[in-house]
Every structure is written in structure tokens, then in C-alpha cells.
């Protein structure tokens, strides 16, 4: 694919999704970091909690962790129902272009 058209694809993608586009960043942002504080929690619960034998540590980490792990789970299943939908607008929209583009030729070609 050139580089031309990969642009007008990009532009394409933009132009008909723009706030789920933005949206989707949005979300993998989120992810991204609720993903990366995973392990400082799994760090804590086993230096403090298990190690330290601190109980009350050990279940305010786990619960944390868990919260994240939720959080992440969740945004994860939104951003894939979003890429979803995005990708099925793109699709449809790409096909009655096409669509378009035949029946015009098929005009010009009867007239």
C-alpha cells in the first residue's frame, strides 16, 4: 500500500469516527496505565503483605489489585466493542463507495 493511499485510509478512518477514534485513545491510555501499576501492587502485596506478614497490607493490595485488574478487564472489553464497531462503519461505509462507484460506471457506460 502506498504511502498516498494509506493517508486517505487514515483520513478516511478519522473523518467518519472522530470521537470514537479520540475515544478509543482515551481508553487505551487508560488501560495502559492501570496495567502498568499491576505489578507495583503485586510487589507491594508480596514484600508487605506476605514477607511482612501484614495482614491488613496483604488485603488492601489484593483488593486494589483487583480493582485494577477489573478496571483493565472492562475498558479492554469497551475498546474491543469500539475497535468493532469503528472497523463495521468503515467497512459498510468502504463498500457503498465502492457500490456507488460501480453503478455510476455501469450508467455512464449505458448512456
Do not use: Q
Amino acid at each position: 500500500m502506498s504511502k498516498n493511499n494509506l493517508n486517505r485510509f487514515i483520513s478516511f478512518v478519522y473523518k467518519n469516527n472522530r470521537k470514537k477514534f479520540l475515544l478509543s485513545i482515551l481508553l487505551v491510555f487508560i488501560v495502559t496505565i492501570t496495567d502498568l501499576v499491576l505489578p507495583l501492587f503485586a510487589k507491594n502485596i508480596i514484600d508487605n503483605g506476605i514477607i511482612g506478614k501484614n495482614i491488613e497490607g496483604l488485603f488492601l493490595f489484593l483488593s486494589m489489585f483487583i480493582i485494577f485488574s477489573a478496571v483493565s478487564i472492562l475498558v479492554d472489553i469497551c475498546l474491543k466493542y469500539l475497535y468493532s464497531f469503528m472497523r463495521n462503519n468503515v467497512g459498510i461505509k468502504l463498500r457503498l463507495r465502492i457500490l456507488n462507484h460501480i453503478i455510476y460506471l455501469v450508467v455512464l457506460v449505458n448512456i
